[in-house]
């Protein structure tokens, strides 16, 4: 079973401020790991694939960068709409099974 | 544009069985892997089972194994998720989505909105 930690859980940043959130999993899943944004109320929205590839329509101050056991998603300068919980996703080489991260929620300090 | 419609949800006593549907419009249905992904009351999102683009191959959570089938009709572009013994901790809202492929290799880019489930006696 794989385990996934996010760090921090909590992260108070202000509007224009760089975000920095850690993905760590205990087994290797290779680049498969992904990046959800969650906000109240709404469906969760898909930021990054495949640990690095922004999906459609995601702004560019949004990355994915990592490898292995290791990710982190970098938000370059915070906009107002950003503030939200965010999840890593990773799966298993075989079978395909999903694993989601316990969340990193970003306020507004 | 891209939809996914959920329903089916309702309130069950443990141990009765309970069967949502996901409707999916705005794309080809058959060309993709769909998900079933749930988010009990407080707490984070939870991966539930995984159905390939042609309906060959289902993965579960170990936390649902044995009790729930996922299933879908492509002439239909409908998705389900048959759920058995039903367990308070069942309890959540259901969100149905698209993977990236046909054979569930990147995750979920496309969610519905949610159908909720609460099992209580």
């Known amino acids: 079973e794989i385990v996934l930690t996010q760090s921090p859980a909590t992260l108070s940043l202000s509007p224009g401020d760089r975000a920095t959130l850690s993905c760590r999993t205990s087994?290797?899943?290779?680049?498969?790991l992904a990046w959800y944004q969650h906000k109240p109320g709404q469906a969760p929205r898909l930021l990054i694939y495949?640990?690095?590839n922004r999906a459609t329509g995601i702004p560019a101050r949004f990355s994915g960068s990592g490898s292995g056991t290791d990710f982190t998603l970098t938000i370059s300068s915070l906009e107002p709409e950003d503030f939200a919980v965010y999840y890593c996703l990773q799966r298993t080489i075989w079978p395909p099974l999903f694993t989601f991260g316990p969340g990193s929620k970003v306020h507004i300090k | 544009q891209v939809q996914l419609v959920e329903s089916g949800g309702g309130v069950v006593q443990p141990g009765r069985s309970l069967r949502l549907s996901c409707e999916a419009s705005g794309f080809t249905f058959r060309s993709y892997a769909m998900h079933w992904v749930r988010q009990a009351p407080g707490k984070g999102l939870e991966w539930v089972a995984l159905?390939?683009?042609?309906?060959?191959?289902?993965y579960y959570a170990d936390s649902v194994k044995g009790r729930f089938t996922i299933s879908r009709d492509n002439s239909k572009s409908t998705l389900h998720l048959q759920m058995n013994s039903l367990r308070d901790e069942d309890t959540a809202v259901y969100h149905c989505a698209k993977d990236l492929s046909g054979s569930g290799t990147y995750g979920m880019d496309v969610w519905g909105q949610g159908t909720t489930a609460t099992v209580s006696s």
């Open positions: 495949d640990a690095s």
């Open positions: 159905i390939s683009y042609d309906g060959s191959n289902q």
């Open positions: 087994q290797s899943g290779g680049s498969y």
